[in-house]
Each structure stands twice: as structure tokens, then as C-alpha cells.
């Protein structure tokens, strides 16, 4: 005769927490995402586009303008060859730009954002339909 016994452990509330943990590092990720969230996503994907650039366009500028100003206010035009008021003159050159640079950085903010708006529009209209559906 066969005497078949079975065992049924049962782990603690903590231990199943983190067991599901565990499983769910190596368990295929889903990769649904609801029409909000998308919507969302987007949304702040076409900002944070121009947002860097101009960012990144408005820093240049400001170093251009500190590189100008050091030029014209220090020793620094000696150095580098410059003597008299030619440093001077080429510091303030190099300042203008940098300020020109600066004063860019928003409008292209406002250009980026008006041509990514353009280009995802659609999606968002789909979208906006189907959530308020």
C-alpha cells in the first residue's frame, strides 16, 4: 500500500511579499500603459524637448557673454596677445553674441514647442477623443 502524503507549506505575510518581489524582477515586464498615462507622457515630451534646448542654447550664451566680459575687463587679452584697447573691443564684440545668444533662448523655447505640438497633435486628438468617449 502506497502511502502518499502531501505537505502544504504556507509562508508568513512578509515571506509571500517578498517572494512576489522576488518574482516580479524576473517576470516579463507588461508593457501596457493606459491612454492617460500616454496622454500624459506626450504632453511633457514635447516641453521637455524645448526646455533642454533652450537650456542648453541660453548656457551656451552666458558662457560666450562671461568669456566677452573677462576679455574686456581683465588681463586675460594680454595673455592671449591682445594689447591696448583691441581686447577690450573684441571682449565686447564677444559679449554682444553672447548676449544675442541669451536673448534667443526663448523664442526658440516658444518655436520648438510650436513645431512639436504641430507634429504630435494628431495623437493627441485620437487620444483625447477616445478618453472622453
Known amino acids: 500500500m502506497e502511502n502518499k502524503e502531501t505537505f502544504i507549506y504556507t509562508y508568513s505575510a512578509k515571506e509571500q511579499e517578498e517572494i512576489k518581489a522576488i518574482r516580479k524582477k524576473y517576470a516579463a515586464k507588461e508593457q501596457t500603459e493606459d491612454k492617460m498615462a500616454q496622454?500624459?507622457?506626450?504632453?511633457a515630451a514635447v516641453t521637455q524637448k524645448a526646455t533642454?534646448?533652450?537650456?542648453v542654447f541660453g548656457v551656451i550664451g552666458a558662457l560666450v557673454l562671461g568669456m566677452g566680459m573677462s576679455l574686456a575687463m581683465t588681463e586675460i587679452g594680454e595673455m592671449v596677445g591682445l594689447h591696448g584697447g583691441m581686447a577690450?573691443?573684441?571682449?565686447?564684440l564677444i559679449g554682444i553674441i553672447?548676449?544675442?545668444?541669451?536673448c534667443a533662448a526663448y523664442p526658440l523655447?516658444?518655436?520648438i514647442i510650436k513645431k512639436e505640438r504641430e507634429k504630435i497633435a494628431p495623437?493627441?486628438?485620437r487620444l483625447t477623443d477616445e478618453l472622453m468617449k
Open 88 to 92: 577690450m573691443m573684441i571682449g565686447i
Open 98 to 102: 553672447g548676449i544675442v545668444l541669451v
Open 109 to 111: 523655447y516658444n518655436r
Open 52 to 55: 533642454s534646448v533652450s537650456l
Open 123 to 125: 495623437e493627441i486628438i
Open 39 to 43: 496622454l500624459r507622457r506626450l504632453d
